[in-house]
Every structure is written in structure tokens, then in C-alpha cells.
């Protein structure tokens, strides 16, 4: 059975770094795109960076620039790099793993970020 395990969530204060990590337990782990996306209370989970089985990455515009999305195939994990972080950066962070389609997609169960001073 396909599971994510995210790590990394905690308090940073404005303008601070946290790295999130993604384990897979998944045996073709390079044949998946991968996801962050984020929930804030009262709001929609949103996509906020994604890469591809071949390297290629998309960022939500509110997050280009200060966020980096890698992945490690060797290790079956993908991360998050978030940098200058912003106090409505602040959610719940999922990992997704998406293959084929229509697409079978596995979350993973989230961690806390908050960004407050």
C-alpha cells in the first residue's frame, strides 16, 4: 500500500526558512509527479508546487520565487524548500503523489507550518 509521510512542518518566524520532506513507499517512485499543497483554515487546499516524473516544476505564483520543490529519487522523497516566508504562508502542508490517467493519486497527512513572530 502507497503511503507519504510528511516532516519538517513547525514555528519560523516572518522572513524565516523551514525544508519539508515527503517519504514515498512507493516501488516506482520516479514514474510519479509529486505535489505540495497547502490548507489554511476556512480556505481551499490549494496547489502550491509540483514536479514531474522528469524534473520539470510549477509554482503557484504566490509562492514563485521563495519556494523550490526537488525531489530525490534515490531516496524515494521530495521536498519543499520555503524561503522568506510570510505570516500567510501559514497551513496545513500535504504531500501528493499522482500517477497516469485519470490519475491515482495518494496524500500524505499533513504538516503544520506557521509563520508568526
Known amino acids: 500500500q502507497v503511503q507519504l509521510v510528511e516532516s519538517g512542518g513547525g514555528l519560523v518566524q516572518p522572513g524565516g526558512s523551514l525544508r519539508l520532506s515527503c517519504a514515498a513507499s512507493?516501488?516506482?517512485?520516479?514514474?510519479?509527479?509529486m505535489g505540495w499543497y497547502r490548507q489554511a483554515p476556512g480556505k481551499q487546499r490549494e496547489l502550491v508546487a509540483r514536479i514531474i516524473s522528469g524534473g520539470s516544476t510549477m509554482y503557484a505564483g504566490s509562492v514563485e520565487g521563495r519556494f523550490t520543490v526537488s525531489r530525490d529519487n534515490a531516496k524515494n522523497t521530495v521536498y519543499l524548500q520555503m524561503d522568506s516566508l510570510k505570516p500567510e504562508d501559514t497551513a496545513v502542508y500535504y504531500c501528493?503523489?499522482?500517477?497516469?490517467?485519470?490519475?491515482?493519486?495518494?496524500w500524505g497527512q499533513g504538516t503544520q507550518v506557521t509563520v508568526s513572530s
Open positions: 501528493r503523489a499522482e500517477l497516469g490517467g485519470p490519475p491515482y493519486l495518494v
Open positions: 512507493i516501488s516506482t517512485f520516479e514514474a510519479y509527479a
